[in-house]
C-alpha cells in the first residue's frame, strides 16, 4: 500500500489495555461516528488476543486494524512471538514497530526493527516505525543525531518502493503517557528534520508524500495546534484512544486543523 498524506491519520494504541467485549465495545461506537470521519485515515491497534473479534466489528468501515508488534519470522519454534502472514491473517494491516516501550522494556535495538521492517512489507503489512528520543538526550542537544541514527538504522537496506509504503511515528519519550507534550514548536523541529532527512535519502516526491505522525500525550485540547504544524500529518494516540468520545473528538480536531492548512 502507497502512501499518501492527503489526509490525517490517527492511530489509537491501546498498549497493554482492555478485554475482548471492552475492545467490541470501543469499536462499535467508533464505527457509529466513522462516517462522519471519512476525512481522515483511521487505524486501532488492539492487543494481539482482540484483533480478530474487533476485525469483525469494523468490517465494511473505513476503520481499519493494526497489531502493536511483529516477529520476523514467518513461523517455527518461536514460543510467544506471532507472525507477518498471522497478523495478515486476522486481518491487520498496520504493525507498529519500535515503540519507546519495546526499546526499553524488551530489548528491541535499531537492528529487530530494521529486521521487523522489512519482514512486515515482505507481507504486505505497513509498518509504522517509532522513533524518538529520552529527555536526557533532548537536553544534551542530541535529539536530532538519536532521531537521525534511528532513522538510518531502522530504513537501512529499504528500496524507495519499499520507504513509500511506511509510516514513522515521532515519539518524544519524555512526552509518552506522562501529560507532557512537546509543544507544536517542538514537534515541528523534529518533524521537519525528519522530512528533509528523507528528502536527502529518497528525493522529494518520497518525502512530500511520506506520513509523519506525532505520538506523545495527545488529547482532544491539543491536537488542532500539533496538526496545525506543517510536517505533522497526524497522530499516534495511547491513552486518549481508549475511549471512543475522546478519539472521534481527536480525529475531529485533526480534520478540521488538515483542512485549514491545505
Ligand atoms: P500516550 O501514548 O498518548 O498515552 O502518551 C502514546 C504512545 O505511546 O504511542
Same mark, same amino acid.
Given at each position: 500500500?502507497?502512501?499518501?498524506?492527503? #489526509?490525517?491519520? =490517527? /492511530?489509537?494504541?491501546?498498549?497493554?489495555?482492555?478485554? %475482548?467485549? +471492552?475492545?467490541? !465495545?470501543?469499536?462499535?461506537?467508533?464505527?457509529?461516528?466513522?462516517?462522519?470521519?471519512?476525512?481522515?485515515?483511521?487505524?486501532?491497534?488492539?492487543?494481539?488476543?482482540?484483533?480478530?473479534?474487533?476485525?469483525?466489528?469494523?468490517?465494511?468501515?473505513?476503520?481499519?486494524?493494526?497489531?502493536?508488534?511483529?516477529?520476523?519470522?514467518?513461523?517455527?519454534?518461536?514460543?510467544?512471538?506471532?507472525?507477518?502472514?498471522?497478523?495478515?491473517?486476522?486481518?491487520?494491516?498496520?504493525?507498529?514497530?519500535?515503540?519507546?516501550?519495546?526499546?526499553?522494556?524488551?530489548?528491541?535495538?535499531?537492528?529487530?526493527?530494521?529486521?521487523?521492517? #522489512?519482514?512486515? =512489507? /515482505?507481507?504486505?503489512?505497513?509498518?509504522?516505525?517509532? %522513533?524518538? +528520543?529520552?529527555? !536526557?538526550?533532548?537536553?544534551?542537544?542530541?535529539?536530532?543525531?538519536?532521531?537521525?541514527?534511528?532513522?538510518?538504522?531502522?530504513?537501512?537496506?529499504?528500496?524507495?518502493?519499499?520507504?513509500?509504503?511506511?509510516?514513522?511515528?515521532?515519539?518524544?519519550?519524555?512526552?509518552?503517557?506522562?501529560?507532557?507534550?512537546?509543544?507544536?514548536?517542538?514537534?515541528?523541529?523534529?518533524?521537519?528534520?525528519?522530512?528533509?532527512?528523507?528528502?536527502?535519502?529518497?528525493?522529494?516526491?518520497?518525502?512530500?508524500?511520506?506520513?509523519?505522525?506525532?505520538?506523545?500525550?495527545?488529547?482532544?485540547?491539543?491536537?488542532?495546534?500539533?496538526?496545525?504544524?506543517?510536517?505533522?500529518?497526524?497522530?499516534?494516540?495511547?491513552?486518549?484512544?481508549?475511549?471512543?468520545?475522546?478519539?472521534?473528538?481527536?480525529?475531529?480536531?485533526?480534520?478540521?486543523?488538515?483542512?485549514?492548512?491545505?
Amino acid at each position: 500500500m502507497t502512501i499518501s498524506n492527503e #489526509k490525517p491519520f =490517527l /492511530a489509537g494504541n491501546w498498549k497493554m489495555h482492555k478485554t %475482548i467485549p +471492552e475492545a467490541v !465495545e470501543m469499536v462499535k461506537a467508533l464505527k457509529e461516528e466513522s462516517p462522519q470521519l471519512t476525512d481522515a485515515e483511521l487505524v486501532v491497534i488492539p492487543p494481539y488476543t482482540m484483533l480478530s473479534e474487533v476485525k469483525k466489528v469494523i468490517e465494511g468501515s473505513t476503520i481499519q486494524l493494526g497489531a502493536q508488534n511483529i516477529f520476523w519470522e514467518e513461523k517455527g519454534a518461536f514460543t510467544g512471538e506471532v507472525s507477518p502472514p498471522m497478523l495478515k491473517d486476522a486481518g491487520c494491516q498496520y504493525v507498529t514497530i519500535g515503540h519507546s516501550e519495546r526499546r526499553q522494556y524488551f530489548g528491541e535495538t535499531n537492528e529487530t526493527v530494521n529486521k521487523k521492517i #522489512k519482514a512486515a =512489507l /515482505a507481507h504486505e503489512l505497513t509498518p509504522i516505525m517509532c %522513533i524518538g +528520543e529520552s529527555l !536526557e538526550e533532548r537536553e544534551k542537544g542530541n535529539t536530532m543525531d538519536k532521531v537521525g541514527t534511528q532513522i538510518n538504522s531502522g530504513l537501512e537496506g529499504l528500496g524507495k518502493d519499499e520507504i513509500r509504503r511506511i509510516v514513522i511515528a515521532y515519539e518524544p519519550i519524555w512526552a509518552i503517557g506522562t501529560g507532557v507534550t512537546a509543544t507544536p514548536p517542538q514537534a515541528e523541529e523534529v518533524h521537519s528534520f525528519i522530512r528533509k532527512k528523507l528528502t536527502e535519502k529518497y528525493g522529494n516526491e518520497i518525502a512530500s508524500y511520506a506520513i509523519i505522525l506525532y505520538g506523545g500525550s495527545v488529547k482532544p485540547a491539543n491536537t488542532y495546534s500539533i496538526l496545525k504544524e506543517n510536517n505533522i500529518n497526524g497522530a499516534l494516540v495511547g491513552g486518549a484512544s481508549l475511549e471512543a468520545d475522546s478519539f472521534i473528538q481527536i480525529t475531529k480536531e485533526a480534520i478540521k486543523a488538515y483542512k485549514e492548512k491545505k
